[in-house]
């Protein structure tokens, strides 16, 4: 199973999680779409459940790439692109 925040909650200091973990088995996955902050409540319960998990850079970062290769036709580097947004 894979737990997905897809709303807004989390991008304010203090804003509250937009769900508890705790009634959800440890070997669930948990997936914040908000990048910034990179540790949200949500990923901070997630970790102490010690539950596999990740923020939304990747969505960014794949989706800038893919757009980028598009409006270009060139060929785009995820690695570049990460290595950018990381600056």
Known sequence: MV???A??????QGD????ELEEFDPSCKVY????NPAV???LLQ??????????????LVH???RALELWTHE?????AMYRGVRA
């Open 16 to 19: 509250l999680c937009p769900i």
């Open 75 to 79: 060929s785009v580097s995820v690695s």
């Open 3 to 5: 737990i997905i925040n």
């Open 32 to 35: 914040d779409m908000i990048y």
């Open 7 to 12: 709303t807004s909650l989390g991008l304010k």
């Open 46 to 59: 997630a970790k102490h459940r010690k539950m596999r998990h990740a923020n939304g850079l990747s969505m």
């Open 63 to 65: 989706q800038a790439a």
């Open 40 to 42: 949200t409540k949500l």
